[in-house]
C-alpha cells in the first residue's frame, strides 16, 4: 500500500514555498490591518486659522499693539475679499 505516493506530491517542493508565501501573506495583512485600526482612531488636529494664530502671537507678546491691528485689517480684507464674486 503507497497511501502517501513516492514523496513527488503537493507538500513537497512548489507546495512548501506556496504555502510559506501564504503565512507571510497572512501575517503581512494582519500587521497591516491591526495598524490602519489603530492609526484610523486617533482625532485629527484641527489647524488654527489665521486670526487665531494672530491672537495667539498677539497674547504672548510676540508682536505689538501696532502690528496687531495692521495684520488684523490685512485678514480682514482678505476675508471679504474671499466672499465677493467678480
Known amino acids: 500500500m503507497n497511501w502517501y505516493g513516492d514523496g513527488t506530491g503537493w507538500m513537497n517542493g ?3 514555498i506556496f504555502m510559506g508565501l501564504f503565512w507571510i ?16 482612531d486617533r482625532p485629527t488636529e ?3 486659522s489665521p486670526r487665531q494664530i ?6 504672548s507678546g ?4 501696532t502690528a496687531y ?6 485678514i480682514d480684507n482678505r476675508s ?6 467678480k
Open 69 to 74: 491691528a495692521q495684520a488684523r485689517r490685512l
Open 80 to 85: 471679504s475679499d474671499m466672499g465677493e464674486t
Open 14 to 16: 512548489a507546495g512548501m
Open 46 to 48: 484641527k489647524q488654527e
Open 54 to 59: 494672530l491672537d495667539r502671537r498677539f497674547a
Open 25 to 40: 501573506l497572512l501575517i503581512g495583512l494582519g500587521i497591516w490591518l491591526v495598524t490602519w485600526l489603530t492609526q484610523r
Open 62 to 65: 510676540e508682536i505689538d499693539a
